[in-house]
């Protein structure tokens, strides 16, 4: 299958490397572009672990010149991938929550205790879900911190145009909501809304596929888990 990849690098790169490994072809065109931010406030407390929902606040903490976050904390993941992330760049006490917010939470809470000390949520701009609200109702003190910024890209890459406009394109994969409302919105700049019936939008969470549901005529293709592992398996029972 031809696939249009539409997270942020470097990540839409090291997807694309597992697709072709699989046998697709992949077409990069990612819809943001992530800015760290090495000198984002983090208050100086005696923080018991850090909790991290995406691997761009992992790149971003390793970005600080700082030790504002030591590496030897501890630090709970929402998934895999951000967990290996994190030990990639030093966090060796680097758990995963192997799911969604939710798992996060409960992991937390099952992990630590509210009176050893706050949290640290290092967190993007554009936060799904309410990880700081939902751990401040177990009982927790968290503090947030902003340590980077996702910006839209206007336009789809010129080869994604392409595949779009000439009926090469099979799939489209979808990682946030984020990245799906500026896929809409390149989308329909380009006149090329609604998307081909032989176009599937592979959403990687009913959420990331609700921007998407005005431009196709059937419903965003959703992994059953909000891994990578999930979409790729729905992405092969659609290549059979």
Not at 85 to 103: C, H, M, Q, T, Y
Not at 156 to 185: H, K, P, Q, T
Not at 199 to 204: A, D, K, M, R, S
């Amino acid at each position: 299958m031809r696939l249009i990849v539409t997270r942020p690098e470097p990540d839409a790169t090291r997807t694309a490397h597992a697709l072709i490994r699989l046998g697709h072809e992949a077409i990069l065109s990612p819809m943001l572009d992530v800015v760290f931010d090495p000198r984002a406030a983090i208050p100086d407390r005696p923080y018991q672990a850090v909790a991290v929902t995406s691997s761009n606040a992992v790149r971003a903490l390793a970005e600080r010149a700082d030790d504002a976050v030591p590496r030897d904390l501890p630090l709970y993941a929402v998934g895999d991938r951000t967990a290996v992330e994190a030990k990639r760049v030093g966090f060796r006490n680097a758990r995963s929550a192997g799911g969604a917010l939710p798992d996060l939470v409960s992991l937390l809470a099952a992990d630590l205790r509210p009176e050893a000390g706050p949290l640290l949520y290092a967190a993007g701009s554009a936060q799904a879900g309410d990880l700081a609200g939902d751990v401040q109702a177990r009982g927790f003190e968290i503090e947030t911190a902003t340590v980077y910024r996702s910006t839209p890209r206007p336009r789809l890459a010129g080869v994604a145009i392409d595949a779009l406009r000439s009926g090469n394109a099979d799939g489209v994969l979808v990682y946030s909501r984020r990245s799906a409302e500026a896929f809409a919105i390149a989308v329909a700049a380009a006149g090329l809304a609604p998307l081909a019936e032989t176009v599937t939008l592979f959403c990687i969470s009913a959420a990331a596929g609700e921007p998407l549901t005005e431009l196709t005529a059937g419903r965003p293709a959703v992994a059953e888990e909000p891994d990578q592992i999930s979409l790729f398996a729905l992405i092969e029972r659609a290549a059979r």
